[in-house]
Protein backbone atom coordinates (compact mmCIF):
# COMPACT_ATOMS: atom_id res chain seq x y z
CA UNK A 1 0.00 0.00 0.00
CA UNK A 2 1.31 3.25 -1.07
CA UNK A 3 2.17 5.84 1.89
CA UNK A 4 -0.57 8.07 0.49
CA UNK A 5 -3.25 5.69 0.75
CA UNK A 6 -1.96 4.26 4.29
CA UNK A 7 -2.24 8.59 5.05
CA UNK A 8 -5.83 8.59 4.02
CA UNK A 9 -6.72 5.53 5.62
CA UNK A 10 -5.46 6.47 8.99
CA UNK A 11 -7.35 9.53 8.56
CA UNK A 12 -10.42 7.85 7.69
CA UNK A 13 -10.23 5.87 10.95
CA UNK A 14 -9.06 8.87 13.40
CA UNK A 15 -12.24 10.55 11.82
CA UNK A 16 -14.85 7.22 12.79
CA UNK A 17 -12.82 7.21 15.99
CA UNK A 18 -14.35 10.91 17.11
CA UNK A 19 -17.92 9.41 16.91
CA UNK A 20 -19.04 7.96 20.59
CA UNK A 21 -21.96 7.01 22.46
CA UNK A 22 -21.35 10.30 24.33
CA UNK A 23 -21.07 12.48 20.65
CA UNK A 24 -22.84 10.40 18.18
CA UNK A 25 -23.50 13.01 15.57
CA UNK A 26 -20.95 15.53 14.35
CA UNK A 27 -20.64 17.90 11.89
CA UNK A 28 -17.54 18.73 9.90
CA UNK A 29 -15.57 21.35 11.92
CA UNK A 30 -16.26 19.35 14.89
CA UNK A 31 -14.16 16.57 13.57
CA UNK A 32 -11.94 19.15 11.91
CA UNK A 33 -10.75 20.16 15.72
CA UNK A 34 -11.18 17.07 17.54
CA UNK A 35 -8.77 15.63 14.36
CA UNK A 36 -6.57 18.76 13.95
CA UNK A 37 -7.07 18.41 10.10
CA UNK A 38 -8.20 21.26 7.87
CA UNK A 39 -12.05 21.63 7.45
CA UNK A 40 -11.61 20.69 3.39
CA UNK A 41 -9.76 17.48 4.37
CA UNK A 42 -12.48 16.66 6.79
CA UNK A 43 -15.44 17.64 4.35
CA UNK A 44 -14.03 15.75 1.10
CA UNK A 45 -13.36 12.27 3.82
CA UNK A 46 -16.82 12.54 5.47
CA UNK A 47 -18.66 12.73 2.50
CA UNK A 48 -16.39 9.38 1.02
CA UNK A 49 -17.16 7.69 4.18
CA UNK A 50 -20.87 8.48 3.19
CA UNK A 51 -20.89 7.79 0.61
CA UNK A 52 -19.28 3.71 1.43
CA UNK A 53 -22.21 4.03 4.17
CA UNK A 54 -19.80 3.87 6.66
CA UNK A 55 -21.35 7.11 8.02
CA UNK A 56 -24.94 8.96 7.36
CA UNK A 57 -25.71 12.68 7.14
CA UNK A 58 -29.08 13.56 7.80
CA UNK A 59 -30.40 15.87 5.80
CA UNK A 60 -31.80 18.37 8.23
CA UNK A 61 -29.00 18.79 10.76
CA UNK A 62 -26.43 18.04 8.36
CA UNK A 63 -24.43 16.48 10.99
CA UNK A 64 -22.90 12.75 10.70
CA UNK A 65 -23.07 9.78 12.52
CA UNK A 66 -22.10 5.78 12.04
CA UNK A 67 -24.18 4.26 8.81
CA UNK A 68 -25.28 1.61 8.32
CA UNK A 69 -22.37 -0.71 7.10
CA UNK A 70 -21.01 -0.04 10.39
CA UNK A 71 -23.59 -1.57 12.22
CA UNK A 72 -23.58 -4.81 9.38
CA UNK A 73 -19.63 -4.99 10.77
CA UNK A 74 -20.86 -5.08 14.49
CA UNK A 75 -23.19 -7.94 13.55
CA UNK A 76 -20.73 -9.75 11.91
CA UNK A 77 -18.60 -9.35 14.62
CA UNK A 78 -20.60 -10.02 17.99
CA UNK A 79 -22.17 -13.00 15.94
CA UNK A 80 -18.52 -14.01 15.15
CA UNK A 81 -17.72 -14.21 18.98
CA UNK A 82 -21.01 -15.94 19.93
CA UNK A 83 -20.61 -18.97 17.32
CA UNK A 84 -17.22 -19.11 18.17
CA UNK A 85 -17.60 -19.71 22.04
CA UNK A 86 -20.44 -22.23 21.05
CA UNK A 87 -18.28 -24.15 18.42
CA UNK A 88 -15.16 -24.11 20.04
CA UNK A 89 -15.73 -27.60 21.80
CA UNK A 90 -16.97 -29.05 18.34
CA UNK A 91 -13.55 -27.76 16.89
CA UNK A 92 -11.53 -29.26 19.83
CA UNK A 93 -13.40 -32.78 19.51
CA UNK A 94 -12.67 -33.15 15.50
CA UNK A 95 -8.96 -31.64 15.58
CA UNK A 96 -9.07 -34.67 18.24
CA UNK A 97 -10.42 -37.22 15.89
CA UNK A 98 -8.22 -36.38 12.94
CA UNK A 99 -4.88 -34.31 13.87
CA UNK A 100 -5.96 -32.44 10.46
CA UNK A 101 -6.71 -28.66 10.38
CA UNK A 102 -10.17 -27.81 11.50
CA UNK A 103 -12.23 -23.94 11.24
CA UNK A 104 -15.16 -22.28 11.49
CA UNK A 105 -16.57 -19.91 8.99
CA UNK A 106 -18.83 -17.43 9.33
CA UNK A 107 -20.19 -15.38 6.14
CA UNK A 108 -19.41 -11.97 6.04
CA UNK A 109 -21.15 -10.03 3.16
CA UNK A 110 -20.48 -12.19 0.00
CA UNK A 111 -17.13 -14.06 1.44
CA UNK A 112 -16.80 -15.97 4.38
CA UNK A 113 -14.39 -15.18 7.28
CA UNK A 114 -12.10 -17.86 9.40
CA UNK A 115 -13.81 -17.13 12.94
CA UNK A 116 -11.36 -20.17 14.97
CA UNK A 117 -9.23 -22.33 13.45
CA UNK A 118 -7.00 -25.14 15.11
CA UNK A 119 -3.93 -25.93 13.11
CA UNK A 120 -2.78 -29.75 12.21
CA UNK A 121 0.51 -30.61 14.18
CA UNK A 122 1.70 -32.53 11.15
CA UNK A 123 4.48 -30.78 9.26
CA UNK A 124 2.71 -30.95 5.99
CA UNK A 125 -0.76 -29.80 6.68
CA UNK A 126 -3.00 -27.20 5.63
CA UNK A 127 -2.35 -23.30 6.91
CA UNK A 128 -5.66 -21.13 7.59
CA UNK A 129 -5.51 -17.88 9.52
CA UNK A 130 -7.94 -16.92 12.00
CA UNK A 131 -9.97 -13.69 10.13
CA UNK A 132 -8.83 -14.41 6.63
CA UNK A 133 -11.53 -14.02 4.18
CA UNK A 134 -12.35 -16.57 1.16
CA UNK A 135 -14.84 -16.67 -1.24
CA UNK A 136 -17.76 -18.82 -1.19
CA UNK A 137 -17.90 -20.28 -4.44
CA UNK A 138 -14.38 -22.43 -4.05
CA UNK A 139 -13.61 -24.53 -1.18
CA UNK A 140 -16.12 -27.30 1.05
CA UNK A 141 -16.91 -24.20 3.63
CA UNK A 142 -17.64 -22.20 0.97
CA UNK A 143 -20.12 -24.39 -0.90
CA UNK A 144 -20.97 -25.40 3.07
CA UNK A 145 -22.31 -21.73 3.21
CA UNK A 146 -23.46 -21.02 -0.66
CA UNK A 147 -25.77 -24.06 -0.59
CA UNK A 148 -28.20 -22.98 2.10
CA UNK A 149 -27.86 -18.92 1.59
CA UNK A 150 -31.14 -17.44 0.14
CA UNK A 151 -31.72 -18.09 -4.06
CA UNK A 152 -31.27 -14.16 -4.36
CA UNK A 153 -28.42 -13.87 -2.94
CA UNK A 154 -26.87 -16.73 -4.26
CA UNK A 155 -27.77 -15.42 -8.00
CA UNK A 156 -26.40 -12.38 -7.48
CA UNK A 157 -22.71 -13.68 -5.77
CA UNK A 158 -22.53 -16.33 -8.86
CA UNK A 159 -23.40 -13.38 -11.56
CA UNK A 160 -20.17 -11.67 -10.88
CA UNK A 161 -16.72 -13.00 -12.25
CA UNK A 162 -15.37 -16.31 -10.34
CA UNK A 163 -11.89 -16.49 -9.41
CA UNK A 164 -10.14 -19.52 -10.82
CA UNK A 165 -7.55 -20.35 -7.72
CA UNK A 166 -6.52 -23.28 -9.33
CA UNK A 167 -7.11 -25.98 -12.63
CA UNK A 168 -9.87 -27.35 -10.53
CA UNK A 169 -11.57 -24.09 -9.21
CA UNK A 170 -15.18 -24.20 -10.89
CA UNK A 171 -16.27 -21.13 -12.16
CA UNK A 172 -19.21 -21.67 -14.51
CA UNK A 173 -22.39 -20.50 -12.87
CA UNK A 174 -24.39 -23.74 -14.12
CA UNK A 175 -21.68 -26.21 -12.61
CA UNK A 176 -21.52 -24.59 -9.56
CA UNK A 177 -25.13 -24.50 -9.09
CA UNK A 178 -25.35 -28.80 -9.74
CA UNK A 179 -22.81 -28.76 -7.01
CA UNK A 180 -24.72 -26.90 -4.62
CA UNK A 181 -27.93 -29.35 -5.73
CA UNK A 182 -26.23 -32.39 -4.18
CA UNK A 183 -24.92 -30.27 -1.11
CA UNK A 184 -28.49 -29.33 0.18
CA UNK A 185 -29.61 -33.00 -0.77
CA UNK A 186 -26.28 -35.02 1.02
CA UNK A 187 -26.37 -31.86 3.76
CA UNK A 188 -22.17 -31.86 3.51
CA UNK A 189 -19.69 -30.20 0.53
CA UNK A 190 -16.40 -31.78 -0.51
CA UNK A 191 -13.41 -30.02 -2.15
CA UNK A 192 -10.68 -31.51 -4.18
CA UNK A 193 -7.83 -29.02 -4.31
CA UNK A 194 -10.40 -25.94 -5.50
CA UNK A 195 -8.23 -23.24 -3.37
CA UNK A 196 -5.16 -25.05 -2.97
CA UNK A 197 -3.73 -28.35 -4.83
CA UNK A 198 -3.48 -31.36 -3.28
CA UNK A 199 -6.22 -30.69 -0.32
CA UNK A 200 -9.29 -32.37 0.07
CA UNK A 201 -11.85 -30.66 2.48
CA UNK A 202 -15.39 -31.55 3.88
CA UNK A 203 -17.52 -29.30 5.77
CA UNK A 204 -21.34 -29.11 7.38
CA UNK A 205 -23.71 -26.03 7.81
CA UNK A 206 -24.46 -24.34 10.89
CA UNK A 207 -27.46 -22.94 11.25
CA UNK A 208 -29.08 -20.27 13.64
CA UNK A 209 -32.33 -20.15 15.50
CA UNK A 210 -33.82 -18.14 12.51
CA UNK A 211 -33.06 -21.04 10.40
CA UNK A 212 -30.23 -19.22 8.55
CA UNK A 213 -26.96 -20.57 7.56
CA UNK A 214 -24.45 -18.33 9.36
CA UNK A 215 -21.47 -20.96 9.78
CA UNK A 216 -19.51 -24.06 7.90
CA UNK A 217 -17.60 -26.77 10.02
CA UNK A 218 -14.90 -27.55 8.43
CA UNK A 219 -11.72 -30.46 8.03
CA UNK A 220 -9.22 -30.00 5.81
CA UNK A 221 -5.64 -31.78 4.86
CA UNK A 222 -2.96 -33.09 2.40
CA UNK A 223 -4.67 -35.57 -0.07
CA UNK A 224 -1.89 -38.16 0.32
CA UNK A 225 -2.96 -38.27 4.11
CA UNK A 226 -6.93 -37.06 4.00
CA UNK A 227 -8.30 -39.21 1.96
CA UNK A 228 -11.61 -39.79 0.61
CA UNK A 229 -11.46 -42.73 3.09
CA UNK A 230 -10.85 -40.63 5.79
CA UNK A 231 -13.58 -37.86 4.72
CA UNK A 232 -16.46 -41.21 4.55
CA UNK A 233 -15.20 -42.25 8.02
CA UNK A 234 -15.40 -38.62 9.25
CA UNK A 235 -18.42 -37.40 7.66
CA UNK A 236 -21.24 -38.45 10.31
CA UNK A 237 -19.24 -37.17 13.38
CA UNK A 238 -18.87 -33.90 11.36
CA UNK A 239 -22.65 -33.76 11.00
CA UNK A 240 -23.45 -34.66 14.20
CA UNK A 241 -21.39 -31.75 15.87
CA UNK A 242 -22.20 -29.31 13.24
CA UNK A 243 -26.17 -29.95 14.13
CA UNK A 244 -24.85 -29.83 17.64
CA UNK A 245 -23.79 -26.21 17.53
CA UNK A 246 -27.09 -25.66 15.42
CA UNK A 247 -28.88 -26.71 18.21
CA UNK A 248 -26.52 -24.65 20.63
CA UNK A 249 -27.49 -21.63 18.76
CA UNK A 250 -31.67 -22.20 18.73
CA UNK A 251 -31.95 -24.38 15.65
CA UNK A 252 -34.85 -26.41 15.81
CA UNK A 253 -34.39 -29.24 12.64
CA UNK A 254 -37.57 -29.31 10.91
CA UNK A 255 -38.91 -32.61 9.32
CA UNK A 256 -38.26 -31.63 5.64
CA UNK A 257 -34.68 -30.12 7.34
CA UNK A 258 -34.01 -33.42 8.39
CA UNK A 259 -33.24 -34.72 4.61
CA UNK A 260 -30.57 -32.91 4.34
Known amino acids: ?132 HMPLHAGSAGKALLAFMPPEEVERILSRPLERMTAKTVVSKEGILRELKEVRAKGFATSHSERFEDVIGVAAPVFDGRGMVVAALNVAGPSQRFTDQSVAKLRPRLLDLAKKISRLLGYVESKKASGR
Open 1 to 132: MAAGEIQSLSRAIAILDCFTVEEPQLGVREVARKTAMSVSTVGRLLASLNALGLLSQDSGSRLYRMGPKVMAYNMVYTATLDIRGTARPMLEELYRLTDETVSLYVLAGEQRVCADCIESSERLRVVVRVGE
